[in-house]
């Protein structure tokens, strides 16, 4: 899904769920900026139309790509310690935990392939989940300090 897509797609599951109206949609809109990756989803939340988790939520069902609220899970510190923090800051991303064969890695977002950068530094066996940009750091600086 490229950035119009997107933008177009949350707009239509928040305008169809309540979240926001389309005034704040389309004030928000003039915000988006696909050379700095600032999406409609990141304008709601810096205008404060929705919370950081709402967004993340709502990016979850357009994108069909679950959704972990990372104050809530246990991450393995075994399956962590196999990424260098290096490359966890530069990529917003962490690998948590294995389930069913798989190593489950989250990340902020998914729009700028950033699933093809993943399963090169991680493995092919992979599944991909969105979490929280200040949740994935803090988890992060938690592993690696």
Excluded: H, W
């Excluded at 950035?3 to 928000?28: M, R, V």
């Amino acid at each position: 899904m490229n950035f119009e897509e997107f933008n177009k797609k949350y707009a239509e599951q928040i305008l169809a769920d309540g979240s926001a109206t389309q005034e704040q949609i389309d004030e928000c809109m003039v915000l988006t900026d696909e050379g700095n990756n600032i999406t409609l989803e990141d304008a709601l939340v810096s205008k404060e139309v929705l919370s950081r988790v709402s967004a993340k939520l709502i990016t979850s069902r357009v994108v069909g790509i679950g959704f972990i609220d990372l104050f809530t899970y246990e991450v393995d510190p075994l399956v962590a310690m196999k990424a260098d923090k290096a490359t966890c800051l530069m990529y917003c991303c962490l690998p948590i935990g294995k389930m069913f064969g798989e190593t489950i890695v989250v990340t902020d977002n998914v729009l700028n392939s950033k699933d093809e950068v993943l399963r090169a530094v991680f493995g092919q066996n992979i599944d991909i989940k969105l979490a929280v940009k200040d949740e994935i750091k803090a988890q992060i600086k938690k592993q690696f300090n």
